[in-house]
C-alpha cells in the first residue's frame, strides 16, 4: 500500500511485509530419526496495510485465510516471524516484553465468545475493570467502581452499578458481549481489534452491538481493525477492507470501491456468494470450485489459481503482486490479469452482478 | 440409470399433499426452576416437494421442533401433547422399533456438525454401502458400492476420497455425504438443522445450488432450519417464522419477505445487514427473548413489541389467516395462506372467519 500512499501523518497502525509461520508438529518417528522436513503453516504469509485513525479497517476472508492471526500480530499479541508492525512510529518488533505490556494499553481486543473472554470467577466490575488495575490507572477502590461503572452505562448496561456485583453467568449473552466491548473501552485505548465481535450473537442482538460498536467508535474516535467472515457486516461498519486468501491480502480498497467494483476474481465470488435476505434476488452462479486449501503447502504462483475460472499459465508459474487499479486511488488488486502485466488479456468481470437483482 | 428410476416428476411443490402434519405439538422440558414451554401447541404442516424455511434466534424452539418431528428429544424434555401425522399415521403411537425405521430411512436430519452423525472409523464408502443395504437387502455388495460412487459423483464427491475416512475430508465434502445418505435411503423429509452454518460462504453457496438441483431431481422435501435469513431467501418456498416456543408468522417466501405481518418478523427482517443494499439503517430490536419457564403472558412477543396494546398482556393470538379470504377458499389450512399470530390482526382474531392453524 505503501506504494501508494505514501505513509500518512494519522496512521495508526502499519503492517510492512508481515509474515507469521507456524511449525507443523512432526510424528514421532521423524523426531527420533531426526528425519523429514521441519514443514511450516503459511498462516501469514507477506501482509501490508496502514490504517489510518478514526477508521474502521477490515479484514475479510474464509476460515484458514489468516485473518485472525494477522490481527493477533497487529497487536502484539503474536510475534511475526518476519515483517515489521508500527503502532503510533512505535516498532513493537524492538520492544522488550515490560515495554510492549505497557503498549497493550492503548490496543484492547474483543473477542468472539464473551464467556471465555470474562473470568466466570470474577464480578463483571473487577472483570471488566481488572486492566486499570494491572495498569495502575485508578488510585481508589472508589474511583475503580466509578470509572467500570461509567464505561458500563457507556455500552447500554444501566445502571452501571448495578452490574457492578453481578457476575457473567448472570447475564444474557448479548450483554455479555457488551461488558467485553466495556473492558476495552475502558482503557481508553486508540486501537481495538475486533475479531468477529458479533459471530456468536443471535440476529437481533447482532444489529444492536454492531450499531453500539458504531456510536462507540464516533464518540471516542476509536480506530478499529475489525475481522469478519460476514460480508455484509462488513459493509455497514467498515471504511476500508481488505479481503485476505490464504495469508495473503489479494485487495484491498474502500469498502464501496471493493464492494461496487471487486477487481480480484475471489473477490467477486465472495461478494456473490453472499446469501441475500431478499427472495426476489437471485445469486449469480457460477461459484468457483472446491474449497481454500491447505496454507503447509499453498499452490504456487496465484494462490488462487487452482479454483480461479479464469487462471492461465501464468497464473501457475507467477505470483502476482498487489498493485494499484488503474484510476482508482487506493484502490489494489494481486491479480495478473486485472491489475498485473497481463491486464490486456482482462476477460471483464465473472459474475455480471447487475443482473443479480431481477429474479 | 437405476439408482433412483421412476421418480415422479416433484419439481413442482404438490400444493395438495401434506406429507408431513404437525398437529397442536407441545414439548416441555423439565428443568430445576419449573418447567421449560419450548414448543407450545404448534401446528404446521409441511407439503410434498417443498422447501419450508423455519427460522428463529436461539431458544425460539425450532431445533426443538426438528428434533421432535424425530422423536428425538432429548432428557429431561418430552413431548407433552400433538401429533406427527406422517402418511396417515401418527408418529406419536409407534413404538420405538417403528420410530427407527422412521429415522434416516423415511425423515433423515443433517446437522450442523456432520462429524457427530459420521462413523469416525467407517470409510466413506461404507456408510453409504450400509445406507443402501439397509434400504434394499438384497442388494449385493458389489453393486451398493457401484451406486455409491454414482451417487457421490452426482454430489462432486470422487471415486478416490470415497476410500476417505470422515476426518479426511472438508466440512463440505462431510456434509455432502450427508446428503448422500439421505438419498441413498431414499428418505421422504431432509430437516436440515442449521445444515451451513459452519461452512464458508462460497462452500455454502456451492452446496446451496446443489440442494436446489437435488431438490428438483429428487423430488425431495426439505425442512430447513435455520437463523440465517438470507438462506431462507434464497432456498425456501414458504417460511414459518417461531417465536419462544410459537410459531408467528406463515407464508410463502416472497409474501413473508415483502409483506411481513407479524412486528416480530417486520423487525428481524430489518435487523439483518444486507450486501445488496446501498445504505441501511439496521433496525434495534428491544429486548431480548423471554425465558420459558415463566413465558410472558399472552402474547410472548408483547415485551419487546413496538405496537404492544393492553389485549397483547392478557390474551395469546391464534395463527389465523391474515390475507384476503377468496370464494370456496374456507378449508382449514392450505399452501398458499398468509398466517400470522398477533392482536394488530384483530379483525381476523374475532371474526367467524378465524380458524386456528
Known amino acids: 500500500m505503501s506504494e501508494n500512499n505514501p505513509s500518512s501523518s494519522n496512521t495508526i497502525l502499519r503492517l510492512q511485509d508481515v509474515k507469521k509461520y507456524f511449525p507443523v508438529k512432526r510424528d514421532l518417528l521423524q523426531q527420533i530419526m531426526r528425519v523429514g522436513e521441519q514443514q511450516y503453516v503459511h498462516a501469514v504469509d507477506g501482509v501490508s496495510f496502514e490504517i489510518e485513525q478514526g477508521k474502521v479497517f477490515g479484514l475479510v476472508g474464509e476460515s484458514g485465510s489468516g485473518k485472525s492471526t494477522t490481527g493477533r500480530v497487529a497487536v502484539g499479541l503474536l510475534e511475526p516471524t518476519e515483517g515489521e508492525v508500527v503502532f503510533e512510529d512505535v516498532h513493537l518488533n524492538n520492544l522488550s516484553g515490560e515495554e510492549l505490556r505497557k503498549m497493550r494499553r492503548y490496543m484492547q481486543v474483543i473477542f468472539q465468545d464473551p464467556m471465555a473472554s470474562l473470568n466466570p470467577r470474577m464480578s463483571l466490575g473487577e472483570g471488566v475493570g481488572h486492566g486499570l488495575k494491572i495498569h495502575r490507572l485508578v488510585n481508589s ?121 471487486p477487481k480480484h476474481p475471489y473477490t467477486e465470488a465472495l461478494l456473490a456468494a453472499v446469501p441475500v435476505p431478499d427472495p426476489r434476488f437471485r445469486r449469480p452462479a457460477p461459484m468457483p470450485r472446491g474449497e481454500i486449501p491447505n496454507a503447509i503447502n499453498p499452490p504456487s504462483g496465484c494462490r488462487f489459481h487452482p479454483r480461479c475460472p479464469m487462471a492461465q499459465d501464468v497464473c501457475k508459474t507467477e505470483h502476482p503482486r498487489l498493485l494499484g487499479v488503474p484510476g482508482q486511488a487506493g484502490h489494489m488488486a494481486a491479480c495478473h490479469f486485472r491489475t498485473g502485466d497481463y491486464i490486456h488479456l482482462d476477460p471483464g468481470p465473472l459474475i455480471n452482478t447487475n443482473v443479480a437483482i431481477a429474479k | 440409470m437405476t439408482l433412483f428410476q421412476a421418480v415422479p416428476d416433484y419439481s413442482q411443490v404438490n400444493k395438495q399433499e401434506i406429507i408431513l402434519s404437525i398437529r397442536d405439538l407441545s414439548v416441555e422440558y423439565q428443568t430445576r426452576r419449573g418447567m421449560l414451554s419450548a414448543i407450545d401447541t404448534l401446528s404446521l404442516d409441511l407439503y410434498r416437494g417443498e422447501v419450508l424455511g423455519l427460522v428463529g434466534e436461539s431458544g425460539s424452539g425450532k431445533s426443538t421442533l426438528g428434533k421432535a418431528i424425530m422423536r428425538m428429544i432429548p432428557s429431561p424434555g418430552r413431548i407433552t401433547k ?64 457401484a451406486r455409491s460412487e454414482t451417487l457421490m459423483e452426482r454430489l462432486g464427491i470422487g471415486r478416490r476420497r470415497l476410500k476417505e475416512y470422515p476426518h479426511q475430508l472438508s466440512g463440505g465434502m462431510r456434509q455432502r455425504v450427508m446428503i448422500g445418505l439421505a438419498l ?137 389467516r391474515v390475507d384476503e379470504i377468496g370464494e370456496g377458499d374456507e378449508q382449514v389450512g392450505g399452501y398458499d395462506k398468509h398466517l400470522a399470530s398477533c392482536w394488530l390482526h384483530q379483525e381476523y382474531q374475532g371474526s367467524t372467519q378465524a380458524r386456528r392453524y
Open chain 2, 82 to 145: 400433538g401429533q406427527l401425522i406422517f402418511k396417515n399415521q401418527d408418529l406419536m403411537t409407534y413404538d420405538e422399533n417403528q420410530m427407527r425405521d422412521v429415522r434416516g430411512r423415511q425423515i433423515s436430519m443433517i446437522f450442523q456438525d456432520p462429524m457427530t452423525s459420521l462413523n469416525p472409523v467407517q470409510r466413506i464408502d461404507n456408510h453409504i454401502i450400509e445406507a443402501i443395504r439397509v434400504h434394499e437387502p438384497d442388494v449385493s455388495k458389489d453393486e451398493a458400492l
Open chain 1, 141 to 261: 477502590q472508589q474511583e475503580f467502581r466509578h470509572r467500570v461503572s461509567e464505561i458500563f452505562e457507556k455500552v447500554g448496561l444501566t445502571p452501571g452499578d448495578a452490574y457492578f456485583d453481578r457476575y457473567p453467568h448472570q447475564i444474557s449473552g448479548g450483554q455479555r458481549q457488551r461488558a467485553v466491548i466495556a473492558r476495552a473501552l475502558v482503557m481508553q485505548p486508540k486501537l481495538i481489534l475486533a475479531d468477529e465481535p458479533i459471530a456468536m450473537a443471535d440476529v437481533s442482538v447482532k444489529a444492536i452491538l454492531l450499531d453500539l460498536m458504531v456510536q462507540l467508535q464516533r464518540e471516542f474516535g476509536l480506530t478499529y481493525l475489525f475481522i469478519t467472515h460476514d460480508l455484509a457486516t462488513a459493509k455497514y461498519i467498515c471504511d476500508r477492507i481488505a479481503i485476505m486468501y490464504l495469508g495473503e491480502i489479494i485487495e484491498v480498497g474502500d469498502i464501496k470501491t471493493v464492494y461496487t467494483n
Open chain 2, 184 to 320: 441413498a435411503l431414499k428418505a421422504n423429509i431432509i430437516i436440515a438443522d442449521e445444515a451451513t452454518t459452519s461452512l464458508d460462504v462460497i462452500v455454502e453457496a456451492q452446496f446451496l445450488d446443489l440442494l436446489r438441483e437435488l431438490k428438483d431431481e429428487f423430488g425431495l422435501t426439505i425442512l430447513l432450519v435455520t437463523h440465517n435469513i438470507g438462506i431462507v431467501a434464497e432456498l425456501a418456498d414458504r417460511v414459518a417464522v417461531m417465536y419462544a416456543g410459537r410459531l408467528a408468522e406463515v407464508a410463502n417466501v416472497d409474501e413473508l419477505f415483502h409483506n411481513p405481518k407479524h412486528p416480530y418478523t417486520q423487525g428481524l427482517l430489518r435487523s439483518v445487514p444486507n450486501i445488496a443494499m446501498d445504505s441501511q439503517d439496521l433496525y434495534r430490536m428491544d429486548g431480548t427473548p423471554p425465558n420459558l419457564v415463566m413465558p410472558p403472558s399472552g402474547c410472548r412477543f408483547h415485551p419487546r413489541c413496538p405496537h404492544v396494546m393492553d389485549v397483547c398482556h392478557q390474551k395469546q393470538p391464534w395463527l389465523v
